[in-house]
């Protein structure tokens, strides 16, 4: 059973346009994190959030951190075809686990 | 290094059949995760070791389903008498000592495996 629902399971959008996509759960996270996974590969990650609250941006990208620790949300600023791929939000529940699980995943396409 | 090995990267077997996937992980890192992986869906945990001590293991897998790590190096994943469900992706990712902070999952390319 997954703890980790993701929205939307899928999304087509075009070049420049921008979106965001939703990691809920209810459960508390430790910290959660973001890859990135693209067709053949396994992920590869993209950040680490660990408080309550917390923003961080890498580029285009913008992952936040819920107040609660129990959802992330991934902001995307004028997508571009590289950004393609599988995203998956993954968090530790507990604080004496490596225990990583992972979300449903989004899968994103950016069309030229 | 180049990272995360997994061998084989495609299996294709008749239903009932033994196979065994080995994955080696990058040199010093002493966490070792499996997961499996269906096509557009978020990896689903396995099991993990850290070093060759096993610590948790998913309640979704059966009897059928067995991983080791010997030497707290390389770990080999076994799944006994494969069943058409089993078909799927099958990921390994290691990690480093990370002082009790959580660190980043190195995934390997995977192994595909087909139960006909």
């Known amino acids: 059973t997954q703890l980790l629902e993701q929205s939307p399971q899928f999304l087509s959008i075009q070049e420049g346009e921008n979106l965001t996509v939703y990691c809920n759960s209810s459960?508390?996270?430790?910290?959660l994190q973001w890859y990135r996974q693209e067709p053949g590969e396994g992920p590869v990650l993209l950040v680490t959030v660990v408080t309550g609250g917390e923003v961080k941006k890498l580029k285009r990208l913008t992952f936040q951190f819920g107040d609660a620790r129990k959802d992330s949300s991934l902001h995307i600023t004028a997508a571009q075809p590289g950004d393609t791929g599988l995203y998956l939000c993954a968090g530790v529940v507990g604080a004496r686990t490596y225990k990583y699980i992972f979300g449903t995943g989004t899968r994103l396409k950016v069309l030229a | 290094d180049t990272g995360v090995s997994q061998d084989p990267r495609h299996k294709i077997t008749k239903r009932g059949q033994n196979v065994t996937f080995r994955c080696d992980p990058i040199?010093?890192?002493?966490?070792l995760y499996w997961y499996r992986q269906t096509l557009g869906q978020g990896p689903e945990f396995l099991t993990y070791f850290q070093n060759e001590a096993q610590l948790e293991k998913s309640r979704l897998l059966s009897d059928r389903f067995s991983a080791e790590r010997p030497k707290g190096s390389f770990s080999t994943l076994e799944i006994q008498r494969t069943e058409q469900g089993d078909s799927a992706m099958y990921l390994c990712?290691?990690?480093?000592?990370?002082?009790?902070?959580?660190?980043?999952?190195?995934f390997g390319e995977g192994s595909r495996l087909t139960v006909l």
């Open positions: 459960s508390v996270f430790s910290s």
């Open positions: 990712a290691s990690s480093p000592r990370t002082g009790g902070f959580i660190g980043e999952l190195f």
């Open positions: 040199s010093e890192h002493n966490r």
